[in-house]
């Protein structure tokens, strides 16, 4: 199948995507060197933290973390042999695991959300006014909702509105 070429603005688009999609990662890694944490390490406490009894089956962990099953579970291990989480069976369904957030988790993860605002403010949003956070936030959840049709990962799932430019659930994104 054949279509048009890709503008010049569209090449640059893309390839600006594509150097945030490299860079981005290992910039916050490097901002959370400090509290011995990855940015995806952070993301992964901070859902915990933020869950009932700081626990959650691996399998919501990984949509919430927007991750496979198989690259959470690398992570959690990594984190357990840290002190930083535990698994524990899920008293609810006995074939289901949970990952629960330790004492060290919680303390760790407090130490390191200042770091990671920080790092996050001064590299992604330091030149951004609220119009502009809003109209990123939804330039993304447009182009997850193709990347994610099923809406399977948390930032695209429920399309509930972050942000008054979110279009509606349900809509033809």
């Keep these: 199948m054949e279509g048009r070429r890709l503008e010049q603005r569209e090449r640059v688009s893309i390839a600006r995507l594509h150097a945030l999609l490299e860079l981005l990662p290992r910039s916050l890694d490097h901002g959370l060197g400090g509290?011995?944490?990855t940015a995806f390490e952070f993301t992964l406490l901070e859902a915990l933290?933020?869950?009932?009894?700081?626990?959650?089956?691996?399998?919501?962990?990984?949509?919430?973390?927007?991750a496979?099953?198989?690259r959470l579970s690398r992570v959690v291990t990594g984190l357990e042999k840290k002190g930083l989480v535990t698994r524990a069976a899920c008293v609810a369904d006995g074939r289901a695991t949970n990952a629960v957030l330790t004492a060290d988790g919680e303390r760790r993860y407090e130490q390191a959300r200042p770091v990671y605002e920080n790092v996050v403010r001064d590299l992604i949003l330091r030149d951004l006014d609220g119009a502009d956070v809003d109209q990123l936030s939804r330039l993304m959840f447009l182009i997850l909702g193709?990347?994610?049709?099923?809406?399977?990962?948390?930032?695209?799932a429920d399309g509930t509105?972050?942000?008054?430019?979110?279009?509606?659930?349900?809509?033809d994104v």
């Design 161 to 171: 509105p972050v942000c008054a430019a979110d279009p509606a659930e349900g809509a």
């Design 49 to 66: 933290d933020e869950a009932e009894e700081n626990r959650l089956r691996l399998s919501t962990l990984a949509s919430r973390t927007n």
């Design 35 to 37: 509290v011995g944490l």
């Design 146 to 156: 193709r990347l994610d049709p099923d809406r399977a990962m948390t930032v695209t």
């Design 68 to 70: 496979t099953l198989p």
